[in-house]
């Protein structure tokens, strides 16, 4: 018996430059992010060696845990999905207020 499941998390990697930025901003960016995209949730994440150090990289959480106790590979997101959360990382607006959701 296999079990599908969608791609429901991402982790947001940001461009080594605008790391600061980002984390001072990553509560506004995750929320926003979950408003632009119902249905999935975002962790925003350090800046790691990986992609392009100038984009955005969004990284699908791949695994879950099945109702028998097995691990399982979920489907992969579309190519469309993951450039269009990268679009809407690159138009946030970081300098925001706070309170503004984007």
């Known amino acids: ?25 990553k509560e506004r960016l995750e929320h926003y ?3 632009r995209f ?7 994440g350090p800046f790691a060696p990986v992609g392009d ?7 699908p959480l791949m695994n879950f845990v099945g109702d028998d106790g097995n691990n399982y ?6 190519r469309w999905l993951l450039q269009e959360i990268a679009h809407a990382c690159r138009g ?9 959701a984007a």
């Not at 079990?3 to 461009?15: A, G, N, Q, W, Y």
């Not at 080594?16 to 930025?21: N, P």
């Not at 150090?53 to 969004?58: G, H, I, L, R, W």
């Not at 590979?73 to 579309?78: E, S």
């Open 92 to 100: 946030f607006d970081l300098k925001g207020l706070r309170h503004s």
């Open 53 to 59: 150090e100038e984009e955005f990289c969004v990284l």
């Open 38 to 44: 119902p249905g999935y949730s975002f962790k925003v």
């Open 1 to 25: 018996m296999t079990t599908e499941r969608e791609v429901l998390e991402f982790i947001i990697v940001p461009p080594f430059k605008e790391r600061a930025a980002v984390g001072a901003a």
């Open 33 to 35: 992010l979950g408003n």
């Open 73 to 78: 590979m979920c489907t992969p997101p579309r």
